[in-house]
């Protein structure tokens, strides 16, 4: 998986809770991708990161907000989640050109 | 707005034979493509890029073709075997604002590849 981890890889929670997801990764990639992925709609962008504290929307973004405070750490949060928000979360960095995937987050918003 | 999409979402083959799997792009200035393939609770994998400026590329029994007058792009893996089976996403890069990207990716719907042995 190309140095990254993903925390939790499962997280079962209520509506309206706030969930945040972990992304580490040990190459030193200045950037970093959210993406969610659910049936019938491939991978889709949220959030994505080209340096420390340098981040920016991706196409549903709605509802999430990221930070970074250093190199290795992309964080992604739901401030509340809701059931829509039932996905897989992935995170990547950026290689040469292609992008790197984790393993994956199963998130669940009962 | 723009995306990828996939002409067919499933794939059967036997093991041994060739398989082709295809996307269609609608952003004529995207400039770079990549295929991934994703077997089941698993992050995708990358397999293969294409630029703009190439009509092939081949790999390790992969190989992608970029058709840029019809916007088309496919993946073919020779001799085609169990381990193969999975979902395969085409992705693209369009052009951002200023001419900057940051890499961003736009992925089709997926093929699922299955292969009988």
């Known amino acids: 998986d190309a140095g990254i981890t993903q925390s939790p890889r499962h997280k079962v929670t209520e509506t309206g809770t706030p969930v945040t997801l972990r992304c580490h990764q040990t190459?030193?990639?200045?950037?970093m991708y959210w993406y969610r992925q659910d049936p019938g709609h491939g991978l889709r962008l949220i959030h994505y990161s080209y340096g420390v504290k340098d981040t920016d929307k991706g196409e549903v973004s709605d509802g999430y907000s990221v930070s970074r405070s250093k190199t290795e750490d992309f964080l992604l949060t739901l401030e509340s989640a809701t059931s829509s928000q039932t996905s897989v979360y992935f995170c990547?960095?950026?290689?040469?050109?292609?992008?790197?995937f984790g393993p994956g987050t199963r998130l669940t918003v009962t | 707005g723009e995306s990828v999409g996939l002409h067919l979402p499933t794939l059967s083959v036997q093991e041994g034979d060739n398989s082709i799997i295809n996307c269609a792009y609608s952003?004529?200035?995207?400039?770079?493509f990549i295929w991934y393939k994703q077997e089941s609770g698993k992050g995708p994998q990358f397999i293969i890029d294409i630029r703009s400026n190439m009509d092939k590329r081949q790999g390790q029994r992969v190989t992608v073709l970029l058709n840029k007058t019809v916007k088309h792009l496919s993946l073919q893996i020779a001799a085609t075997q169990p381990g193969d089976s999975a979902v395969y996403f085409c992705?693209?890069?369009?052009?951002?604002?200023?001419?900057?990207?940051?890499?961003?990716?736009?992925f089709g719907q997926g093929t699922i590849l299955t292969v009988h042995p």
């Open positions: 190459e030193n990639h200045r950037y």
């Open positions: 992705a693209e890069t369009p052009p951002g604002a200023g001419g900057t990207s940051y890499g961003k990716l736009t």
């Open positions: 990547a960095i950026r290689g040469r050109g292609e992008q790197y």
């Open positions: 952003n004529s200035a995207s400039d770079y």
